[in-house]
Nanobody, 123 residues
Framework: VQLVESGGGLVQAGDSLGLSCTAS????????MAWFRQAPGKEREFVSA????????YYRHSVRDRFTITRDNVRGTVYLQMDSLKPEDTAVYYC?????????????????WGQGTQVTVSS
């Protein structure tokens, strides 16, 4: 199983950036897909998730209305469109895949993780 993220980079505050995560080795359509992030010296935190079974979407409060998660089950890819970026969004962003019906906000609900992609937002 492999999750490969792409799309990170250095942008200025207020800019937009899109992340992609392509999965291989799993039946993508049967996995809840999520994005987490981890800033230096901080714990990994939930950003957004989309359940596979009913399409329910979740966002952490601080990114709601700025970030959009989508998925393409044919391409086996999950996306995170990030608009109106802020310096506090700076982190390594990880995608994750899981089949648990539990809390999507917890790292323990996910079986597979990508290697991460750096997002840096300058002020």
């Amino acid at each position: 199983v492999q999750l490969v993220e792409s799309g990170g980079g250095l942008v200025q505050a207020g800019d937009s950036l899109g992340l992609s995560c392509t999965a291989s080795g799993v039946v993508f359509s049967r996995y809840t897909m999520a994005w987490f992030r981890q800033a230096p010296g901080k714990e990994r935190e939930f950003v957004s998730a989309m359940r596979w079974n009913d399409g329910s979407i979740y966002y952490r409060h601080s990114v709601r209305d700025r970030f959009t998660i989508t998925r393409d089950n044919v391409r086996g890819t999950v996306y995170l469109q990030m608009d109106s970026l802020k310096p506090e969004d700076t982190a390594v962003y990880y995608c994750a895949a899981g089949q648990s019906f539990g809390d999507v906000h917890g790292t323990g609900s996910y079986d597979y993780w990508g290697q991460g992609t750096q997002v840096t937002v300058s002020s």
